[in-house]
């Protein structure tokens, strides 16, 4: 399996309200649950709030990660693992005034041996690049996609309408929230990209379609966020891209070269664990 991420914070933000998780096959974490957790986090709230949510979401994860089996992964654990996100997002904010309204969206898959779990909540966006055509896998939950969804309005439209980041469900809005979970099919060859608006909000579908094709998964997520930037870069950019090598994903023995070399090259991502 080949991953690669980056994260910047655009050409117009004052700081990156965007956090990322990585946790590669070679991980500790990943050979000792035997799952691989990759993860978009896009951050709102006043007064820097939005960073703060961005983070909490990654953290939480990584906590719910290290402390609960995943011998087999299921609708049920991802309901679990973002009821527990969300709900330490939503006491910090009732905790801390300052903070109170933030919250991010949440786009996460975890991998294990054939099968790969979504969830989902706002407009981070998870793609599938396979026979050299881009799919859009997951529904933007904001006012304009559910517009597109019901055919109220095209998504050429829907880039430029006025009131697209309006999202009609985020991560730690509310003390309840109802994830989309989803299973995916895996196929060899196939590359993933899950990203902030930040990149799909700058570059057109087409746009992210050809980068995936012309460069490595190595490049890709760093090239996607420099023609995001090229373009504008009017938000928080993130992007994080994996190749599937083999089915059923498989993770290196301990102490095998393959882990030391992945080590040495892979930990320079950003959001690696």
Not at 145 to 168: C, D, F, N, W, Y
Request: proline fraction near 3%.
């Amino acid at each position: 399996m080949q991953i690669s991420s980056f994260t910047h914070i655009g050409m117009v933000r004052h700081n990156n309200e965007d956090s990322c998780l990585v946790v590669p096959p070679w991980s500790t974490l990943a050979i000792n649950k035997k799952a691989i957790t990759l993860a978009v986090a896009d951050g709102m709230g006043g007064q820097n709030a939005g960073e703060v949510a961005s983070g909490m979401a990654i953290k939480s994860a990584i906590e719910w990660l290290s402390s609960n089996d995943l011998n087999s992964i299921s609708t049920k654990i991802l309901e679990d693992m973002f009821a527990f996100i969300n709900s330490n997002i939503w006491e910090y904010s009732q905790q801390h005034p300052e903070t109170k309204g933030m919250g991010t969206t949440l786009t996460m898959v975890i991998i294990r041996g054939e099968t790969a779990l979504v969830g989902h909540i706002g407009d981070t966006r998870l793609y599938r690049l396979r026979d050299n055509t881009l799919t859009q896998l997951t529904n933007d939950h904001s006012l304009v996609g559910e517009q597109v969804r019901t055919g109220k309005m095209t998504s050429q439209a829907a880039r430029t309408h006025p009131s697209r980041h309006i999202l009609s469900r985020v991560m730690g809005g509310k003390q309840f929230v109802v994830p989309e979970i989803f299973t995916i099919e895996m196929k060899t060859g196939d590359t993933f990209m899950i990203c902030s608006d930040g990149v799909s909000g700058m570059l057109e579908d087409k746009t992210i379609e050809k980068i995936l094709k012309e460069n490595k998964v190595a490049d890709a997520s760093k090239k996607l966020i420099e023609e995001a930037n090229k373009a504008g870069g009017k938000d928080n950019s993130t992007a994080v891209v994996f190749g599937i090598e083999n089915i059923p994903v498989t993770f290196p023995s301990w102490f095998s070269f393959e882990r030391l070399a992945k080590i040495i090259t892979g930990y320079g991502n950003a959001g690696s664990v």
